[in-house]
């Protein structure tokens, strides 16, 4: 398989999951999938980074993959922390329930 | 010893009290009352301790030229126009510095004992100290805009201290007031100085002035024009017609205050403005004798209205006007040393009877009306015979007190020098007799008669030695400069001529000048034997006078003074309120109001954006970078 083609290929599959996890972002009232679904879109942005880097035959893909998966690591912990908080207000954690700041 | 008092540097005699406010101004709430009198007033008093030391120096052996300039920086300097923030000393500087730190060290030392109850202390001494400050810039300044700064931080002040107590609105309005008419005055006085600077390309008063005698003809009309202008700022400060209306208002200030501000100091900026630019003036003899016309009017007007008033304090005040219309007068017809001695002089005494009013006032449990006192010479012994010094020196009384010296210099100018004339002696003359009359009347209705009021709080010895020492100064304070009768002393004139020119006589006969002092004496004593006859032998008189028709219209004519503030109601005031109320719906303010309008509404059709869901964000996040994508990948 030509370089061209896994190009093409793994960026459409990226592009696939990426606009799955907008989706998921957009339709899902829950906070908890909400989450899951920008765990997906990050992991697109991060599988575009390793195959660019692939190829191009360089390790800067990968190195950047390390640092969205910390950065991912970071989020849910204080996603995770702040759905705790949130699930004492609101038990069923219906995001447009959370719309308090609302001009 | 004279080398070491002519090193004393220029910059503390400001310098002290304007540290004293701020001193004041950033902890005096919290100084205990004590101390934030100590600090007021020994702040003044350093600055005249100071004083003193530089005169002595100065006296000494005067520096080269009569002057001592002290360089300090450079305030502004852009391009042509460069100001130097530097301080002059020279003859005139001198006596003013002296009154101003001397005399108004004697009021802060009153003012402790007379506003020893009020909340305000620090306040109030927080802004006598910017006043002192200010006033020093603005008698040692070299160059005329930081005059300029000095006479608008004197307003300033002024404006502060008459609205004192500031929770009376009849108090606020009359701040406002002299604040607006001064103004009126100021703006005019700006223009002076613009017109200068454009012709002479300078600010620095010995420099322009020089340029002006040089560059400007006599007569010519840009001297007259800056000579006018100058009149204008001049009149509004000093309370001369036609902007005199502020100052008897002004008297709704705390005592001390009439006395340091609107008797002793800031009114008379006017005069040292015109003598410190008596060069523009020689060059403009038509503004020469409007000063003269100016100073005559108002001497008489103010004197008539004085007759009649019945608050103690409005009596001083139009006596006050009257009195600055003598030096006026002096300086119109060119005797300017004359008309500073007059100045020295009335600020002793004058400070001194409001003072006096201030201790009798302070007594009877804030009474001003004058027909409620009575009776008060055994009562006050100390205020009685300090306030009949302070009245004999105001009436001029001859060869015993300073005001008879002063004043005499004045009407021999007024009759005998080159720009003087019969009519303006005799105005003068007139003069004498009624500020005579008016200054015996408030003595023998405030002191002589019957005991009207019960004598509550008597002077204590803050208020008893600054009334001793300013009247042992109006009676002997005279003999600087005697007539040549007696003793022939010039050592005032020997002074300030160092630095203003002398007068130009054009009789030189001394026995008409021995006539005329001694009608004027006679007038004078004239004038204290009416007073005698109407307040004290038959008192009926003036109510009889007052019950009468002509006369009931008069009293009310001249209690109004002159009914000018009704005019200036009926002419500027209301005019200008009611352009205002029309004013207030202007249609050219539609435009601004429309582009308000949009405004508002485009924040609230994009606060309905931000409903708080995170979905909907999420989506105009998704939204906006699809359009950013298209246009990169489109275009």
């Known amino acids: 398989m030509s370089g061209a083609v896994l190009l093409g290929h793994g960026l459409l599959v990226a592009s696939a999951l990426f606009a799955i996890g907008l989706v998921g972002v957009l339709v899902r009232r829950n906070l908890l999938f909400q989450l899951l679904s920008i765990e997906i879109m990050l992991n697109a942005a991060a599988m575009a980074f390793v195959i660019a880097g692939a190829r191009w035959g360089v390790a800067d893909g990968q190195v950047m993959f390390v640092f969205i998966l910390v950065m991912a690591a970071a989020e849910v912990a204080v996603g995770l922390a702040l759905l705790l908080r949130i699930s004492r207000r609101v038990p069923d954690l219906d995001g447009d329930a959370v719309s308090g700041m609302g001009g | 010893m004279g080398e070491l008092l002519r090193s004393l540097p220029l910059w503390l005699v400001p310098t002290l009290p304007a540290a004293g406010f701020l001193v004041l101004a950033l902890a005096g709430g919290r100084l205990p009352r004590r101390r934030a009198g100590t600090v007021g007033v020994g702040s003044v008093g350093l600055s005249a301790a100071v ?8 006296l000494d052996r005067p520096p080269e030229g009569g002057l001592r300039v002290e360089t300090l920086w450079t305030w502004i300097d852009i391009g042509a126009f460069e100001i130097g923030f530097n301080l002059a000393l020279d003859a005139l500087s001198l006596v003013m510095i002296f009154v101003v730190t001397f005399v108004g060290f004697l009021i802060h030392l009153y003012s402790t004992e007379y506003m020893a109850d009020d909340e305000a202390y620090s306040r109030f ?3 006598m100290n910017l006043f002192v400050a200010c006033m020093l810039m603005l008698v040692l300044a070299d160059n005329l805009f930081l005059l300029y700064l000095g006479w608008e931080g004197v307003g300033l002040c002024s404006y502060l201290l008459i609205g004192f107590w500031y929770s009376d609105p009849a108090n606020g309005a009359a701040a406002r007031k002299a604040f607006i008419v001064t103004r009126v005055g100021d703006t005019a006085m700006a223009v002076a100085l613009l017109l200068l600077f454009k012709h002479a390309g300078t600010l620095d008063i010995r420099q322009a002035m020089a340029w002006a005698t040089a560059s400007w003809p006599v007569g010519s009309g840009m001297a007259v024009a800056v000579a006018l202008l100058l009149l204008g700022g001049a009149v509004g400060k000093s309370a001369q017609l036609p902007l005199q209306t502020w100052l008897p208002d002004a008297m709704a200030g705390p005592t001390p205050v009439s006395a340091l501000i609107h008797a002793a100091t800031m009114v008379t900026a006017g005069v040292y403005l015109i003598a410190r630019t008596h060069a523009v003036f020689l060059l403009a003899p038509q503004a020469m004798t409007a000063v003269a016309i100016v100073g005559a009017a108002t001497l008489l007007l103010a004197g008539c209205s ?37 100045l020295m002089t009335h600020a002793f005494f004058k400070a001194l009877l409001f003072l006096g009013a201030g201790a009798v006032i302070l007594a009877l449990h804030h009474e001003q009306d004058i027909f409620r006192m009575g009776g008060l010479r055994r009562r006050l012994p100390a205020v009685f015979w300090t306030f009949l010094a302070g009245a004999a020196s105001l009436a001029a009384l001859p060869l015993v007190t300073a005001g008879f010296f002063s004043k005499d210099l004045i009407l021999w100018a007024a009759w005998g020098s080159a720009a003087g004339c019969r009519w303006l002696w005799a105005a003068g003359a007139f003069g004498a007799l009624l500020t005579t009359v008016y200054s015996f009347r408030l003595v023998f209705v405030v002191f002589f008669g019957d005991e009207k009021g019960h004598v509550g709080h008597p002077p204590g010895p803050r208020i008893v030695v600054p009334l001793t020492v300013l009247a042992a100064l109006s009676i002997v304070g005279g003999f600087v400069e005697t007539p040549g009768w007696l003793g022939h002393v010039t050592w005032f004139t020997d002074l300030t001529g160092q630095t203003l020119p002398a007068v130009d006589w054009a009789v030189e006969d001394h026995h008409v000048e021995h006539l005329l002092q001694m009608v004027v004496a006679g007038i004078t004593l004239v004038g204290v034997l009416a ?16 019950a009468s028709a002509a006369g009931a219209w008069l009293a009310r004519f001249w209690l109004s003074g002159w009914g000018f503030d009704a005019l200036y109601d009926r002419i500027v005031v209301r005019p200008f309120v009611a352009c205002a109320a029309r004013l207030r719906r202007d249609p050219i303010d539609r435009i601004p109001a429309v582009l308000a309008a949009t405004a508002a509404a485009g924040n609230a059709a994009l606060s309905r954006t931000q409903d708080g869901r995170i979905r909907s964000y999420v989506f105009g996040i998704g939204l906006g970078a699809v359009i950013a994508v298209a246009i990169v990948v489109l275009t």
């Open chain 2, 51 to 58: 004083t003193l030391g530089i005169a002595a120096g100065f």
């Open chain 2, 306 to 342: 004085a007759l009649v008033q019945t608050d103690i304090k409005r009596v001083l005040a139009y006596s006050t006007i009257s009195q600055i219309g003598y030096m006026f007068l002096g300086l119109g017809v060119g005797a300017w040393s004359a008309a500073v001695f007059h």
């Open chain 2, 125 to 127: 001494f927080a802004y």
């Open chain 2, 531 to 546: 007073a005698w006859l109407l307040y004290v032998r038959r008192p009926a008189l003036p109510a009889a006078i007052k």
